[in-house]
């Protein structure tokens, strides 16, 4: 048995230099299954399709379960050249440590499992902790934390309640977490009409205004004025495009994206419906034809304040001197997939340089957010 305290540091520099853009895993589960191994946990490998998972139970799966989700999987690169940092060489400068992934989320990782293989070595003999890692949350997410719960749900495994390590203070250590998150869903509008010189307008039927009306009259509207733990939903156009280069041709095609980021008042299906509807309305009072394809990445959800949400915050304050913000606000995370399976809240360190060029996380902040960790497991045990 070790004495000696796991250094999350160092398990973040380990993590940053493999390469595991997504969905490539890069060695990084490979390094953590062997760390968690070695400690006492019993690990599978729950790989589906390209993507490669892993699950770690330690204890009982019969007893109160403690579950962590994250990822190791990485966004790409950008513009290599703009970085002034190898960016899998977690190098450390000024007190950062720069690399991608530093900040999303294997930092976050590193503190749990480092938490987590130091707790066993003392656990009350009725604790029992689960760690589930995917390397397709910055992906397609089809295949990834998905994939870990279908094999719980037909091997028996459950989790008590879960903590996802995202990034979720945006300027100060501890100054907030998140009980849920918006939903999300974008929607590929088509409009088609007959091509044209534009000399002669009358002998075609331009799709372009049509499509021009349909996007102004969706980001004229007002989805909602907010709930009592989410913002306004929002709507927004991101592209409307012909393809169209010649100036004298009236186009057949027009293409309109919008991305919706909803709240509790709505669901997906509510609002494909409300879409469509827009859509017909549009087409009828122009004689053009459209057409829209919608993808869900997924719906609102929130976890009431409550036991695990008060757990939590107490842990933060007692590590940080500050107490979090309860928020719903940002993008998805995996979060929206454990939500079915037990009770979530997610908590994680500064996020202000994700998916960004010299992405680089507070050395200070790792072990911070390790003591923040084992006090949550210590806690949830008591």
Known sequence: MTTTPTDPI???????????????????????????????????????????????????????????????????????????????GAEIKDGFMYGRGATDMKSGVAAWVAAAVDFVQEAPEDASLVITITGDEEGDAVDGTTAILDWMAENGEAMTACVVGEPTCPNTMGEMMKIGRRGSMTAWFTARGVQGHS????????????????????????????????????????????????????????????????????????????????????????GIEFEVTVKVSGESFITPPGELSALVAKSVEAETGVSP?????????????????????????????????????????????????????????A
Not at 40 to 47: A, H, I, L, Q
Not at 326 to 340: E, I, P, Y
């Open 10 to 88: 160092e398990l973040t520099r380990r993590l940053i230099q493999c390469p595991s853009v997504t969905p490539v895993e890069g060695g990084a589960l490979v390094l953590l299954e062997d760390i968690l191994t070695k400690a006492g946990f019993t690990c599978t490998r729950v790989d589906r399709g390209e993507v490669s998972n892993l699950f770690a139970r330690w204890g009982s799966k019969n007893a109160r379960t403690l579950g962590f989700n994250g990822h190791t999987d990485v966004v790409p690169l950008g513009d290599e050249a703009a970085w002034t940092m190898p960016p899998f």
């Open 325 to 381: 913000e309860l928020s719903t606000t940002g993008g998805t995370s995996d979060a929206r997939f454990v939500k079915h399976h037990c009770p979530v809240v997610e908590f994680g360190l500064v996020g202000k340089t994700m998916h960004s060029v010299d992405e680089r996380v507070e050395v200070a902040q790792i072990p911070q957010l390790k003591a923040i960790y084992t006090r949550i497991m210590r806690d949830f045990f």
């Open 199 to 286: 000399a002669y307008p009358h002998r075609a039927k331009n799709p372009v205004p049509a499509m021009a009306r349909l996007m102004a009259d969706l980001d004229a509207h007002v989805l909602d004025e907010g709930t009592d733990h989410f913002d306004a939903s929002t709507l927004a156009v991101t592209t409307i495009d012909t393809g169209n280069a010649a100036t004298n041709v009236i186009p057949a095609e027009c293409r309109a994206t919008v991305n919706i980021r909803f709240n509790d008042d709505h669901t997906s299906a509510e609002l494909t419906t409300w879409l469509k509807a827009e859509m017909a309305r549009v087409a009828a009072d122009t």
